[in-house]
């Protein structure tokens, strides 16, 4: 299986002096780097421009940005200034890919506010990746899947999760939704999705053409995808691939 | 002279969590209710048998730990004419070693049965409780995607000899990958692990056949042994 890249494929970083820590940690960079055409010199979160932060920093491109526009529209009335404010160090804790940090903030301040399944489902990796809680997290996923429905992301996970189960039909049936709804321009995440297909279509029921052609996909997604790659040249030199 | 009593044994074992290692020795219990011994019946073969629990237990060395005995005990307590939730409580074996403990909470399977059932109309009384019945009886017996595949009455009866020995050997070989292997946390070593896991279990052993196969037939082969035994016994 591919491991997670970018925001969910981070490192744990040293406790320090735990979450107060962390938390100046972060409002230093926001206060220093929230630059924006509402805030051209990156000074402090206001009632008139918290909407627009959040949506700059956490969600610069779609179908994100709109899922947490709709988000705010639903909820504007519970959230505001202070949501802003967190929602912008999870984003730091985000950038700097430290799970606990990403952990322990949202446990800490999200708990106050609507559940948002768009935060949940860039949280929910983080918190198997630090816990293992599976349970929990397969009932993150459940719920992106259900309330954002054209996302192929909450069924790649939902399928990575049906792996680790060794629910093999589970974990195609979810790959074969994500493969249907994942955007053409989305390399690292389609790339992951073929590359996973494969290996559970192999796993499955040993079927080397379908594992193969995936691979291939995957490869032609992302040329440099060195799992890809590797799988490839173990598939092709014996006849069993699977990581043991 | 050869001295066949039973000796005890230290070994240390790799797990990714306490959980799991807790689970581990609980899954050594089932494989031993399902040992044969010099020909001799298996624990669980002389309750199918007879019903006596006393007699199965009653070639236990008084070394055998009071705790460990109560296991047994609880291991080989008639199973229950309707749904087998008693599978929750078991490991699973092997290929469920490592998941995270769960039960009718997270059962979405049982959850959508039986919610279907209670959206149903049905024209009375015993028809509701007979398609209640047909229910249990088919969450029993069908592979459920939480116990790796296997059905909740192939947790029910427990792992045998082979897959004692596919166990051994894959907590052995994890040992040897990750025992000295830094993570960045627990979480990270349980993916790790089960990645791990799920890759092995369908790797070919030199017979061609994969664990999954094997362990599956025995678990099988086990459930038929145990329902020729009942049917003798009646």
């Known amino acids: 299986m591919s491991k997670r890249k970018s925001r969910e494929h981070s490192t744990r970083a040293e406790a320090r002096s735990g979450y107060p820590y962390w938390i100046r940690q972060a409002d230093e960079i926001i206060a220093k780097h929230v630059v924006s055409e509402a805030n051209p010199n990156g000074a402090e979160i206001r009632p008139d421009n918290w909407q627009q932060l959040a949506l700059d920093w956490f969600t610069p491109r779609e179908p994100e940005r709109s899922a947490l526009a709709r988000y705010i529209a639903a909820h504007q009335t519970k959230l505001g200034v202070a949501w802003a404010r967190e929602l912008l160090r999870l984003e730091v804790f985000f950038q700097v890919k430290d799970d606990q940090a990403i952990v322990e903030h949202y446990a800490r301040a999200f708990r106050a506010y609507p559940r948002c399944a768009l935060i949940e489902l860039w949280v929910a990796g983080h918190i198997l990746r630090q816990s293992g809680d599976v349970w929990r997290v397969r009932q993150m996923y459940l719920n992106a899947a259900a309330e954002l429905p054209t996302f192929a992301k909450p069924f790649y996970e939902l399928g990575f999760l049906s792996y680790l189960l060794g629910d093999f039909p589970g974990a195609l049936e979810q790959f074969d939704q994500a493969a249907a709804l994942v955007a053409a321009d989305d390399v690292e995440l389609g790339a992951r999705i073929f590359y996973n297909r494969g290996l559970v279509r192999f796993a499955l029921n040993a079927d080397q053409q379908a594992a193969l052609a995936d691979v291939e996909e995957a490869l032609r997604r992302k040329p440099d995808y060195a799992q890809a790659k590797e799988a490839l040249r173990a598939f092709k030199s014996r006849a069993r691939w699977v990581p043991w | ?234």
């Open chain 2, 1 to 234: 002279m050869v001295d066949n009593r039973p000796v005890l044994q230290l070994r240390t074992r790799w797990f990714p969590t306490r959980v799991s290692g807790e689970r581990s020795m609980l899954m050594e219990i089932e494989f031993v209710v399902n040992g044969r011994h010099q020909d001799k019946p298996s624990m669980s073969e002389i309750v199918w048998a007879t019903g006596n629990i006393k007699q199965a237990l009653a070639d236990l060395p008084p070394i055998v730990p009071p705790r460990v005995r109560r296991e047994l005990e609880r291991l080989l307590q008639p199973w229950p004419p309707g749904r087998y939730t008693g599978a929750y409580r078991r490991t699973g074996g092997i290929l469920n070693l490592f998941t995270p403990p769960w039960g009718e909470p997270q059962d979405e399977v049982w959850n959508k049965m039986i919610a279907e059932w209670r959206a149903t109309t049905f024209p009375d009384d015993q028809a509701k409780r007979a398609a209640l019945i047909e229910l249990e009886q088919r969450w029993n017996n069908t592979p459920h995607p939480f116990f790796a595949g296997l059905t909740p009455a192939q947790v029910m009866v427990g792992g045998g000899a082979q897959e004692a020995k596919l166990a051994d050997e894959f907590l052995t070989q994890l040992g040897k990958i990750f025992g000295k292997r830094a993570f960045a946390s627990e979480g990270d070593m349980l993916m790790q692990t089960l990645m791990l896991l799920r890759g092995w279990q369908v790797e070919p052993q030199p017979n061609g056949q994969t664990p999954m196969q094997i362990i599956l037939a025995e678990r099988t082969e086990l459930l038929n042994r145990r329902a020729h035994l009942l049917a003798e016994s009646k």
